[in-house]
């Protein structure tokens, strides 16, 4: 089973659509779990639109992570991949982590006793929030979307910090890829693929285009078309994310 964070302490950094295009390209690879740890529930909405509220009070991320609810009830079936929704209700997370810092390990500990997914991506908020340790803790593969803009590069430093701290908790080694999104052709984001190449101790993963489809499907809620440009860059980068 692996275990793959989408994380970038900052907003509109492209997590939630790599997350979810991801996790399609791995969903035609093997079993899959989508994990929605973010309260702006993106990820919820585009794979469960039709979740109804008394469905979403049963069984969410947050109250899997209180002990309130049980993995079965949490995880709901999505057209291609089983799907832990996420509510508003994790704003309330950080709170609770003071009052019980075992949450923090909760994830991990679930995922360790529910072993029959090929792979889980989580989705993280784009903040350094107690929901993003708790997807840290649980993972092996940290995947960090990076877009040509200096405040996402900027805010990759903020989250290297994170996955330290989250390392005391785990002694666990993650393996920590770019996956550069949003770029075009231009000397300037070029130059920027480069520097991200040139950092060693990270993976560059192949970039996915700048591209209004990849923009408007995930808006509309639809799979990208078999064989289009996004979905042979978001194939691409299952692919590469497997191997490490
Ligand atoms: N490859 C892409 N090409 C064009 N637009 C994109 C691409 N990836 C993401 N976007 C757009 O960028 C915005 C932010 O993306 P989103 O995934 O919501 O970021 P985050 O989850 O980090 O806040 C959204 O409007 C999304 O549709
Ligand atoms: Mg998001």
């Excluded at 231009?186 to 192949?206: I, V």
């Excluded at 408007?216 to 692919?239: F, I, P």
Aim: charged letters at 25%; hydrophobic letters at 40%.
């Amino acid at each position: 089973m692996k275990i793959i964070t989408v994380s970038n302490i900052k907003g509109g950094s492209a997590k939630s659509t790599t997350a979810i295009f991801l996790s399609e390209a791995l969903s035609r690879r093997g079993k899959t779990l989508v994990i929605d740890l973010d309260m702006q529930a993106d990820l919820t909405d585009y794979f469960l639109p039709d979740l109804s509220p008394e469905e979403m009070d049963k069984g969410n991320v947050f109250k899997l992570l209180t002990g309130e609810c049980d993995f079965a009830t949490a995880v709901k079936k999505g057209e291609f991949a089983d799907v832990i929704p996420g509510t508003i209700e994790l704003s309330q997370l950080s709170v609770r982590v003071m009052q019980n810092y075992s949450i923090l390990k909760r994830l991990d500990t679930l995922l360790k006793e529910n072993r029959d997914y090929d792979y889980v991506v989580i989705d993280t908020p784009g903040s350094a929030r107690s929901e993003l340790t708790v997807s840290l803790v649980a993972c092996h593969t940290i995947l960090i979307p990076v877009i040509p803009s200096k405040w996402a590069i900027r805010a990759v430093n903020l989250l290297l910090d994170e996955i330290g701290n989250a390392r005391e908790i785990t002694n666990k080694e993650h393996s920590v890829c770019f996956a550069p999104s949003m770029f075009g052709k231009s000397k300037k984001n070029l130059d920027l693929l480069e520097r991200l190449k040139s950092l060693e101790e990270f993976h560059t993963l192949s970039p996915i285009p700048k591209s209004e489809s990849i923009k408007s499907m995930a808006e509309k809620r639809k799979k990208l078309k078999t064989g289009s440009v996004g979905w042979l860059a978001y194939d691409q980068l299952a692919e590469e994310v497997i191997q490490y």
